[in-house]
């Protein structure tokens, strides 16, 4: 188990810039979230992928967020246009599909747009 | 809907005082409920967890027992050490099946020696 890794650490993009990020889960996990998180706030559910399948999107997620998994493995979440409001920490976790199985959270991304 | 409240933050606590941090919750069907710190520029990591109603998780010195009466979920612990200062976090799973996540919006503890 090597834990859930994201790349970058770190993002800082003008506003209107593209940007990407990569998220690597826990090998045996199916589930893979996408959460955003602000400063003095908790984690705030973006979206959800079971194997390769997007099955839930946030109301909050605009046309600009869009997330992949191609193969059920890594996934990456883009976010085109950014905006001075997309600055925050962008979490990735993963859990099984196991009764109760916990969320397994990575390092994020601090994305800063200025 | 289904939520959690934490108490508010900052707490600010000296070594190897006692540390409360309540969590109640709402939800509609028979959640699991969990505990997660997070230390400065890190993902949240699993503190404890509980799955039922009684059930007192507990790890690395921090507890914490699911009670349906009260819908809580405070977290506890006998003495504090300076390593312990993060933000903490409540949340819960609606379904014990389900893919769903809420947290609570943390509280952050100082520990200072």
């Known amino acids: 188990d090597t834990g859930v890794s994201q790349d970058p650490r770190h993002k800082i993009t003008k506003r209107g810039q593209n940007v990407t990020f990569r998220c690597d889960p826990i090998?045996?996990?199916?589930?893979l979230y996408w959460y955003r998180q602000t400063l003095g706030q908790g984690p705030e559910f973006l979206t959800y992928f079971q194997n390769e399948a997007q099955l839930e999107k946030s109301r909050l997620l605009s046309d600009r967020f869009s997330a992949e998994r191609p193969k059920g493995s890594f996934s990456t979440l883009e976010i085109q246009r950014t905006e001075q409001g997309d600055s925050a920490m962008y979490l990735c976790?993963?859990?099984?599909?196991?009764?109760?199985?916990?969320?397994?959270f990575g390092n994020g991304t601090r994305l800063t747009v200025t | 809907g289904d939520s959690v409240t934490q108490m508010e933050g900052p707490v600010t606590l000296s070594e190897e005082a006692f540390l409360t941090i309540n969590c109640t919750y709402t939800?509609?069907?028979?959640?699991?409920l969990f505990w997660y710190v997070q230390y400065p520029g890190e993902g949240l990591q699993l503190l404890l967890k509980a799955t039922k109603a009684d059930d007192k998780g507990s790890n690395k010195g921090f507890e914490a027992t699911y009670r349906k009466e009260t819908t809580s979920f405070h977290l506890e612990k006998g003495s504090v050490q300076v390593s312990d200062s993060a933000v903490y976090f409540c949340a819960l799973s609606p379904n014990p099946t389900g893919n769903q996540f809420y947290f609570g919006t943390g509280t952050s503890l100082t520990v200072i020696p």
């Open positions: 976790a993963s859990s099984s599909s196991l009764v109760s199985s916990p969320l397994h």
């Open positions: 939800a509609t069907g028979y959640p699991s």
């Open positions: 090998s045996e996990h199916n589930r």
